[in-house]
Every structure is written in C-alpha cells, then in structure tokens.
C-alpha cells in the first residue's frame, strides 16, 4: 500500500544573511507498510430459468347455460355439481299413528256404551285405511290386503332365525334402520335359539296408514298386522347359562308387528320397522344373571379356610 504525502512552503534563510520565501511545493512520498489481507465475500449474480405464466384466453362461452345449451346438442352429458350432499332418508324414526289394540283383543257388546264408542271408532280407522290402501296403490300396484298377512308373516320369521346365525348382512334387508338396533343390541355375547312352531290364527291387516317427511312427495306406507303364534325362545350368556325362556317349551305370543316401505323409492321392499306393544299387555319373564357372590376380605398372604363345623355339616346326608 502506497501512502501519499504533502508539503507546504516555508522561509529559509539566504546566503547573503537575508530571508527569502520558498514557493509552495507539493511533495509526493510513497511509503510501503504491511496490511492484513482478510477473505472477501464475493456475491455472483446466477441467472435462474423464467417461470412459465400461461396465457389468458377470453372465454368461448359467455354463460355456463349458453355452455350446457352447446353441449347438448354435441351430445355430451355433463353430470350436475352440487355443493350439498344427498340426504337419503330409507326409513321413519318411529311409528306413526300406532295401532291401539283393545284390552284383551275382544271386541265388546254394540249394546253397551263402551260398545258403541269402540265400534265408532273402528269404523274411522277403517276409512283412513281405505284411503291409505287407495295411496300405497299409486306406487305399487301389485299391494293387496289379502295377500299382504302371508308375505309379512314369512318377513317375520326369516327375520328373527337370522338372530340365531347373526346373520346381520341378510338381517337389514328384512327389516328398518329403525328396527335393527332394537333386535341385536342386547345379543352381542349371547346365544339366541328361535324357532317357529305354528300360527294359532291367521296372520290379518288391522291398520293401514300413509304419511310424508320432508316434503309432500317423500311418502312412506306403514302396515300393522296381527300375529298369533307358537314359538320358543331360549337365551343363553357368554359362559352357556340360561338367560330367558326354554328351548323345548313352546309359549303363545300375541303380537302387533308393523312393517314399512318407502313407496317413492322404485327398489324399496316391505321390511318390519316395529311392534306395537299395548298397555295392557303381561309384563316379561324376568332374566336370570349370573353373578359372583363375594368371599370373605382376607388380609396379603392369608388363605381361605373353611371352618370346621360348616364343613361337618355339609358332608352330613
């Protein structure tokens, strides 16, 4: 490194005696001194490849119906895109307008008073059933209330032996959403044996009713049909202990069992969605748990010992 330096003028002094002024002078002197040279950091500028921005096109067409109207006539089917997903509603949540049996299933004197009410009302039942019959015939013509008892009856029981195999896959085709949680809540460590023995009377329509959810055009046909019959029932635990009934003993069942079809629904079937149960109806045979009788509280590192005296008296005849 060269470093530059000045000099000024200034009075020197003559050889005669006198003074004299120098003129001012500008004196360059290099002079070579060490310097610590440290690494630079030297930025080179890359030249990276141009991002590629499409172009922008006008649209062909103004309006998505003037696109729809050009599609069509090419031929082309362009499906529909909803925002909203599809709300398919395959059965009711429950049982509308229930048929109310009467007490006893016996019909009572058109002489007395209490006669005369039961008759009148069964005729208004009749008339609303009537114009239900007329309805679900609007969807499927095929209905008929004599052939119905029968078709509902083989429902019925294909329904309750597929408890026995726990055949769920065939079990929701034979009956409702709304039914299936009732049949198989209570069954999942159990063993069930149904079997059907005989029909005491004719299976028969008792009530007939139509009704709509959601909108006017979303119709659902219910159907409660009278059962009487001969069946066994035997419920077993997970350890093979007898839980409800007997398998070998046969009991009468009286039963209002109501099926449903969504009769908008070009694939829908009849299928059990319920069953009536009266107020005045027997209550059920308790079920029999098993439980653990607790022992006695022994203290860490103590056996059971069973006392001498109970243990005399049990070998005792």
């Not at 009467?102 to 009302?121: V, Y």
């Not at 979303?218 to 419920?235: E, K, P, S």
């Amino acid at each position: 490194v060269w470093e530059k330096r000045e000099e000024k003028g200034r009075t020197e002094p003559g050889g005669d005696g006198t003074l004299r002024n120098t003129q001012d002078r500008t004196q360059e002197t290099f002079v070579q001194e060490p310097v610590l040279v440290t690494q630079s950091t030297v930025v080179v500028p890359v030249r990276t490849k141009k991002r590629f921005t499409p172009p922008t096109y006008e649209p062909k067409y103004k309006s998505e119906k003037e696109f729809i109207e050009h599609a069509r006539k090419a031929g082309l089917v362009i499906p529909p895109e909803r925002l909203e997903r599809p709300l398919h509603l395959a059965c009711t949540a429950g049982i509308f307008d229930a048929y109310v049996p009467p007490e006893g299933d016996a019909r009572l004197s058109s002489l007395s008073k209490e006669g005369l009410a039961q008759r009148s009302e069964r005729l208004k039942k009749k008339v609303t059933s009537q114009l239900s019959v007329r309805k679900i015939r609007e969807h499927d013509p095929n209905f008929k209330i004599k052939d119905f008892p029968e078709k509902a009856k083989d429902i019925f029981i294909e329904a309750h032996l597929c408890l026995n195999n726990s055949d769920h896959d065939r079990l929701h085709t034979l009956v409702t959403e709304n039914c299936f949680p009732d049949m198989v809540w209570d069954i999942k460590y159990k063993t069930v044996r149904w079997s059907f023995v005989e029909s005491l009377e004719p299976p028969q329509v008792v009530q007939v009713r139509c009704s709509s959810l959601m909108n006017q055009g979303n119709i659902y046909g219910q159907v409660t049909v009278r059962m009487h019959t001969r069946q066994t029932l035997a419920i077993y635990d997970r350890f093979g202990r007898l839980m409800y009934g007997q398998e070998g003993v046969p009991r009468d069942v009286l039963e209002y069992v109501v099926f449903e079809k969504h009769l908008v629904n070009p694939y829908g079937n009849w299928r059990m969605h319920g069953k009536v149960i009266p107020p005045w109806a027997p209550p059920k045979q308790p079920i029999l748990k098993t439980v653990m009788i607790p022992g006695p509280q022994l203290k860490p590192g103590e056996d059971y010992e069973e006392p001498q005296g109970e243990a005399h008296k049990l070998q005792q005849p």
